[in-house]
């Protein structure tokens, strides 16, 4: 499995536990719209992510993803090395 | 053409949909005439109050109404000026001298209300590159404070240190950071393990601000706050209040110790464009202010009527915000806001004012009958509140 893969994969687990509908993600799934997180959901899902991946998604980042894709690329940049 | 306005759609059904439903609207009333710090006269009926922030009862003073006239008399109604131009009167500066000395700090900054103060102090010093700390219930002005300035905002567990300390680390290196804390949350009462989160924050560089609107007076040996009752004011940045809850006014300030802290008249936009506070309202605040220096046995009081009101409405049967009680504001957690609805509406009918209060300004979807006790109810009127408490609850069914 590639990194983003591996990242894409990890999310997923993540999302789960939220995912009362149990609808289908996939990396065009939007948090809000099609997952219908409200901000506490939101607030929980990013504390375990940012645990996981021992990262900052700040508010600023958090209102340019909307979607479960635009999440995993967020991760990659924040988790390249070097950064 | 699109309606603007189409955006509050929702919120315009759920009123209507509690005004159908036979309620009195709960954010409607008025208060025809004020007798006291803690009864008014609500639809002709005199009604006690627990929903207002006048925890020590300054608001009918007589020293404090006094200064008020002899200010209007002595410079008029307004300044109609900024504090920077024509606006800052020997007022003014009697009332940042008298928040100097309450707070025995170096600086005070009189803004025109505590939410100007946090939206000023907040914005102004944490600019782009640098990171915001908050706690995620943080009052609206707090957040307001971060939209307003370029920072990136991290928000973390309410009260959680473990949760703080993480972001902390996480933060690059050599980037600013201010933590924003909160002594008493008002939504429940609650207070913040300021001891611990300012070690935190201070062993990881990063500064503290700490808004203390509704501890100050009350909390504290000198009534300067849960910093103070957790013996670490010294390590706090910068203090944030009002003079809108215990000192019985409108205003806000800003005290802090930092050496440049003088520049923020000059950089700090909400305090620069804006008028300054009338001259009565300065001369208020700051005799309020003096006279709360002093006032350790209202203080012993507050705690007493706190810690019955508590007592007694666990023991009636309600659910409460906190275990025990933290601070002058005792929350009763209602199922819904159709049930918060109602017993506010049966309360107001037996003569009790409090506060409903729903989301999105309540915790966790919540909505809430916040209590307020203020210092000049007496043990009677405790009493009284306990009995319409119990007579409201048994009406509705909150309680059997």
Redo the contacts between chains.
Sequence with gaps: MSDRQQTYATLTELIAPFNKKGAAVTEATRFAQDLEW?S?TV?DFV?NT??EF???I????QAEIETVGQLVDALERLTAPGR | MTDLFSKFDGVIALRQGLLDSGHTDPFGLVMEKVESPTVAICNGKRTILLGTYNYMGMTFDPEVIAAGKQALDDFGSGTTGSRVLNGTYSGHRACEEALKDFYAMDHAMVFSTGYQANLGIISTIAGKDD?IVLD?DSHASIYDG?ALGNA??????HNDIE?LE??LK??PEGAGKLVVLEGVYSMLGDIAPLKEMVAVSKANGAMVLVDEAHSMGFIGEHGRGVAEAQGILDQVDFVIGTFSKSVGTVGGFCVSNHPKFEILRLVCRPYVFTASLPPSVVATAATSIRKLMNSSAKRAHLWENSKRLHAGLRQLGFTLGTDEPQSAIIAVIMPDLQAGAAMWEALLNEGLYVNLARPPATP??MTLLRCSLCAEHTADQVGEILEMFGAAGRATGCIN
Excluded: H, T, W
Aim: net charge neutral; hydrophobic share 50%; aromatic share 6%.
């Design positions: 409200d506490l607030l504390a940012e645990d021992d990262v900052i700040s508010m600023n980042m | 990171y995620i971060c990136q905002i991290v928000p973390f567990r949760a993480k972001r996480r933060i966790a979807g």
